[in-house]
Nanobody, 122 residues
Framework: QVQLAESGGELVQTGGSLGLSCAASGVSLGIYTMTWFRRTSGKDHEAVASISADGANTWFGHFVKGRFSISRDNVKNTAYLRMNNLKPVATAVYYC???????????????WGQGTQVTVPS
């Protein structure tokens, strides 16, 4: 059974930075495109950033505007999201999942983890 565990979210002031991690168990991530999604109250999961299985290709949502980076360590079976210059609109619960598409995937392949809360007060 695939389990995803996101961590690293916290309250951070506008302009601050955070690093999120996504550790997987029950599966080897090395053959999957991995995507970070976010979810706010009443909305569906929205893709934020994706990285190909080999790490060579990435995609970012338009709202990221060069402030985020995504990486992965297939040996550690972990994906990462680095968020810089955070703004209040980034407030959400962040999840990771594998995806079929690298560009703007609309869903994940596996059951969602618990997510990690990022809060940027306005």
């Amino acid at each position: 059974q695939v389990q995803l565990a996101e961590s690293g979210g916290e309250l951070v002031q506008t302009g601050g930075s955070l690093g999120l991690s996504c550790a997987a168990s029950g599966v080897s991530l090395g053959i999957y495109t991995m995507t970070w999604f976010r979810r706010t109250s009443g909305k569906d999961h929205e893709a934020v950033a994706s990285i190909s299985a080999d790490g060579a290709n990435t995609w970012f949502g338009h709202f990221v505007k060069g402030r985020f980076s995504i990486s992965r360590d297939n040996v550690k079976n972990t994906a990462y999201l680095r968020m810089n210059n955070l703004k209040p609109v980034a407030t959400a619960v962040y999840y990771c999942n594998a995806a079929m598409d690298i560009v703007a995937p609309t869903s994940g392949l596996w059951a969602w983890g618990q997510g990690t809360q990022v809060t940027v007060p306005s």
